[in-house]
């Protein structure tokens, strides 16, 4: 024990590892001062080991215990490909740049004072996808392997229950069991800006909203039980937690304002608070402030574990908070100075706290994480797991749900075991690992062709409007309604399901539901479509709400609501709060109050909430499907990916020789659709081409170009839309540039076509 005590003990992150900037010369004055040598201006290895081990001394030949392991490795020269894209692509970057920092600060250390052993301990000892061996392969140096599943039969840990059915039978799984699939295109993308991301109301894809719902209300559960139980409460025991994974930033806000609350701005320039759609988990005190002690944190776990400074983006949407725990750290820990805590100590301590009676975090019901969090996270009053975001890799899923399995209770029964603890997960599609990669040889598939934006084209980039539907400018103030087969709606549970069966591997099965909604009254319901129809189709030129509408709307609402809505099987009037099927009533009560009004009406679009303006520079995708290399000079996307043997590639070659296409693009996964109605059923309308075409008007013309096959009813729905709506829509607007629609039949006529079209506009003009 004696020799033990005369140990020395560093505990660093890898992150430590990473050579750092020497001195604070500019750029320009580090390019012209090392004139393309080795850069004099950065660390070298030695001087980061001397750095990193400078309380060892003079020893030598040291220990290291690596902790999470399964992120330090060497990527196998010559291994396995797998073919990545997209967010699970960019993840494997990042991963084995991470991996190759930590294996390389190791050998810098063996080098430079020697290593003696190195001891590596993770709950998940696999390769990573990525990592130029087959995934889920076990270590070759492992000595001892304790798995999950082994864990969970034993009693040691939570066990998770994940969806197992449900009553919207749609797909071969349950909604919630891997809901990324189902709202994947419906919510914000990473790094693009539009000012709607950060600010506003947040709008959820139903699948999303309903899911929130539906564990929040087994949550509720858990938490009526902690509020009882005044004995523990006394004693310390801080409020079950429930947490939320996302992909991104603009993901993470978004689903933070909706369960917390967000601030709306008045057209006087003041703000008030909204309150949060979670009662338990909301941050405002009921009259349009902010509580002094958050009940729901956002976190970017993945900065925080860095050690480095966050980045501006996520400074700005957490601000509020952080002003929050200063001042709660003021009153708590009056002696000290919380001008030398950072921004990035606060949220940290926070974040580590979490669960922990007496410290900044006990008092956190929520947590709401941009990236996954961080592996050393103790927290272990974890009972609810949201996952919003792709799960690329069943590792991934074992990683994420293993953040709420610490079990907070290890007395045994009279019968010697532990009582089961169980963690409930929605949208991490969850299955037990094996141990080892398969045995079997897979059969080799067609070879992709990576089909993506390249850079060095970037001036034929394309970019377009995002609408999800239409809108009339009625001149007269007073309203009247004829509601017809088409107001109708029914509500069933295909739209979002009402009942989910949660099951562990074993244990008890919990039922979920979403009845907490039949709370809220009938009128709340007609209150909200009213208002939604008036701050959606009914404003000023100058973007003001016509408030004085207001009555009229509210009264033709419940006319709709007695007269058009058809209720089916589990179903009641109060899933018209979600917000995705309320946006469809109101669309449909608009569209009744348009098509009773007489006289003129003046055509505008409804543009997205999130990402409305579109581009063909996030394009990158893997297909096995027929390419045709496209024109450098003329064309944004690597390939044009055809439907067809011939008539895509053929009007591609027909443009690319056009002297007057500027460029074009096949509308493939660009994210493009003309939104329309069919037979009452909302639908998208996804044309072939956008070409930008040189006429003599000045501006390019923005042309939709659909080559038509067999003439179908759909079609017909389809193209009148888009000339007759879309179009005009879009042009009303005015920001977005000119726009025509072009159907072609005979794509080896295409350039005739295409220009007599041309001509036509340009003497109508």
């Not at 201006?41 to 030695?46: A, C, G, K, N, V």
């Not at 603009?250 to 949060?276: C, E, M, R, T």
């Not at 996804?686 to 923005?702: H, M, T």
């Amino acid at each position: 024990m004696a020799e033990l005590g005369r140990a020395k003990i560093i505990i660093t992150n890898f992150h430590a590892f990473k050579l750092r900037e020497l001195g604070n010369a500019g750029k320009l004055t580090k390019n012209i001062l090392t004139q393309g040598e080795a850069n004099s201006f950065t660390e070298t290895p030695d001087q980061m080991v001397r750095r990193v081990c400078r309380e060892l001394g003079n020893k030598r030949n040291i220990i290291v215990i690596n902790d999470e392991a399964h992120h330090c490795y060497r990527r196998r020269v010559g291994g396995e490909d797998v073919k990545l894209v997209g967010d699970e692509r960019k993840e494997a970057e990042k991963r084995e740049e991470e991996a190759r920092v930590w294996i390389s600060g190791l050998e810098a250390v063996k080098k430079k004072i020697g290593i003696k052993a190195i001891y590596d301990l993770s709950a998940t000892p696999f390769f990573l996808r990525g990592s130029g061996y087959p995934e889920a392969t076990l270590f070759p140096w492992v000595v001892s392997d304790f798995s999950l599943i082994d864990a969970i039969e034993c009693g040691i840990v939570k066990v998770p229950r994940v969806p197992v059915a449900d009553d919207s039978m749609q797909g071969e799984q349950p909604t919630y069991r891997n809901i990324w699939l189902h709202i994947r295109d419906h919510l914000p993308k990473k790094g693009r800006g539009t000012k709607d991301e950060s600010g506003g109301e947040p709008k959820l894809p139903v699948e999303l909203e309903g899911a929130l719902h539906s564990l929040y209300g087994n949550y509720e559960k858990y938490y009526l039980q902690w509020e009882q139980n005044t004995k523990a409460r006394a004693k310390g025991l801080t409020p079950p937690v429930f947490i939320v994974v996302c992909n991104n930033t603009n993901v993470s806000k978004l689903v933070y304002d909706y369960i917390s609350g967000w601030q709306k701005a008045l057209p006087d320039g003041s703000n008030i608070v909204v309150p949060g759609e979670l009662q338990i988990f909301r941050n405002d005190d009921d009259n349009g402030h902010w509580l002094p002690r958050p009940n729901t944190i956002l976190i970017d776990s993945e900065q925080l574990e860095s050690g480095e400074a966050m980045s501006r983006e996520f400074k700005k949407i957490a601000a509020l908070a952080i002003e929050e725990f200063k001042t709660e750290y003021r009153i708590r820990f009056p002696g000290r100075d919380v001008g030398k805590l950072t921004d990035e100590d606060l949220l940290r301590e926070v974040m580590n706290t979490v669960g922990k009676p007496g410290k900044l975090g006990e008092n956190v019901r929520c947590v709401v994480s941009v990236s996954m969090l961080t592996e050393g996270w103790d927290a272990n009053t974890v009972t609810h797991i949201m996952g919003v975001r792709a799960f690329g890799t069943q590792l991934l899923c074992e990683q994420v749900v293993g953040r709420g399995l610490r079990r907070m209770d290890y007395v045994a029964n009279e019968q010697g075991f532990f009582e089961p603890e169980y963690a409930e997960v929605y949208g991490v599609p969850f299955s037990f690992i094996p141990c080892s990669g398969s045995a079997t040889e897979p059969k080799p598939g067609p070879i992709p062709t990576r089909v993506r934006a390249l850079e060095e084209r970037i001036a034929c980039e394309i970019t377009f409007p995002c609408l999800v539907g239409y809108r009339y400018d009625l001149p007269k103030e007073r309203l009247s309604v004829h509601f017809t087969e088409d107001s109708k709606m029914a509500i069933s549970t295909s739209d979002v399901p009402t009942k989910t069966e949660n099951a562990p591997i074993i244990g008890e099965i919990s039922l979920h539901t979403l009845y907490g909604l039949k709370e809220h009254r009938e009128q709340e319901v007609a209150f909200l479509l009213a208002k939604l129809i008036l701050e959606e189709y009914f404003r000023d030129d100058d973007n003001n709400v016509k408030q004085w509408l207001f009555p009229q709307l509210l009264t033709i609402t419940h006319r709709w609501l007695d007269e058009c809505v058809t209720l089916k099987d589990n179903t009641f009037i109060q899933m018209l709060l979600l917000r995705e099927l309320a946006y469809g009533a109101a669309g449909r009560i608009y569209n009744a109050i348009v098509a009773s009004e007489e006289g003129p009406k003046y055509l505008k679009p409804i543009l997205r909430p999130y990402d409305y303006m579109g581009s063909t520079r996030y394009v990158d995708f893997d297909t096995t499907r027929p390419v045709y290399p496209t024109d450098p000079a003329k064309c944004h996307i690597s390939h044009v990916v055809a439907d067809t043997e011939s008539w895509e590639q053929k009007m591609a070659q027909a443009l690319e020789e056009m002297d007057e296409v500027v460029c074009y693009v096949k509308n493939h996964n660009i994210g493009f659709t003309i939104p329309y109605t069919l037979n009452g059923e909302e639908k998208n309308y996804i044309p072939d081409f956008l070409v930008r075409i040189r006429d003599k008007a000045g501006e390019p013309l923005n042309l939709i170009i659909e080559v038509t096959g067999e003439r179908t009813k759909d079609k017909a729905a389809k193209v009148s839309t888009a000339r007759n709506l879309w179009v005009p829509a879009v042009n009303n607007h005015g920001s977005f540039g000119r726009w025509a629609f072009l159907e072609i039949s005979d794509p080896w006529d295409a350039k005739n076509t295409v220009r007599a079209f041309v001509r036509q506009k340009e003497s109508e003009q």
